[in-house]
T-cell receptor
Framework: AQSVAQPEDQVNVAEGNPLTVKCTYS??????LFWYVQYPNRGLQFLLK??????LVKGSYGFEAEFNKSQTSFHLKKPSALVSDSALYFC????????????????FGQGTTLQVKP | DSGVTQTPKHLITATGQRVTLRCSPR?????VYWYQQSLDQGLQFLIQ???????AKGNILERFSAQQFPDLHSELNLSSLELGDSALYFC???????????FGPGTRLTVL
């Protein structure tokens, strides 16, 4: 079964420092990977996705993610954190059905709270 | 603003009752997804519709049902509500099953 793991419940970083939010996955077939961010009392906002191609994916608000097939990881990164980046971050993988292949269903990790301190 | 709208924003009801949550997808999106977010279960996929037809089903309870109408809006019906159904319910939409999903602001359901 497909799964996603975010090993850290919380990541703390000082403003201006680089940040990394970790994600590992387990899938059958090719992984379709996503990062979303959730601010308090808001819906999830799409940040970026990996379908195929370059292992370094650039997304919204200066975020990027590195796909590593051998380590089955898709870590979210940003060179310089902002206080406004403080939020809940979710990694997700598209589900794979052995009958029909990729479905639309997203399987989410448990989320990582990013705290950026001034 | 994702372009996905959900109503109502908040819903407070009693156990045993039935409620309907409504979602309007982004203009042009054919797929609608429903997710439940709770503290103990995290974000869980419930069901997907594509252009009016059910496309994928998650661990959706039999007390829950959904449909997508010809104008592509969707409704999630929750019946015989239990305390444990209290959660945030999100609707998302995408152009197709292979595209990123855009989420609405959610409906917070409280069952007392």
């Amino acid at each position: 079964a497909q799964s996603v793991a975010q090993p850290e419940d919380q990541v703390n970083v000082a403003e201006g420092n680089p940040l990394t939010v970790k994600c590992t996955y387990s899938v059958s077939g090719n992984p379709y990977l996503f990062w979303y961010v959730q601010y308090p009392n808001r819906g999830l906002q799409f940040l970026l996705k990996y379908i195929t191609g370059d292992n370094l994916v650039k997304g919204s608000y200066g975020f990027e993610a590195e796909f590593n097939k051998s380590q089955t990881s898709f870590h979210l990164k940003k060179p310089s954190a902002l206080v406004s980046d403080s939020a809940l971050y979710f990694c997700a993988v598209r589900d794979w059905d052995h009958g029909s292949g990729n479905t639309g269903k997203l399987i989410f990790g448990q989320g990582t709270t990013l705290q950026v301190k001034p | 603003d994702s372009g996905v709208t959900q109503t109502p924003k908040h819903l407070i009801t009693a156990t045993g009752q039935r409620v309907t949550l409504r979602c309007s997808p982004r203009s042009g999106d054919l797929s609608v997804y429903w997710y439940q977010q709770s503290l103990d279960q995290g974000l869980q996929f419930l069901i997907q519709y594509y252009n009016g037809e059910e496309r994928a089903k998650g661990n959706i309870l039999e007390r829950f049902s959904a449909q997508q109408f010809p104008d592509l809006h969707s409704e999630l019906n929750l019946s015989s509500l239990e305390l444990g159904d209290s959660a945030l319910y999100f609707c998302a939409s995408s152009l197709g099953g292979y595209n990123e999903q855009f989420f609405g602001p959610g409906t917070r359901l409280t069952v007392l």
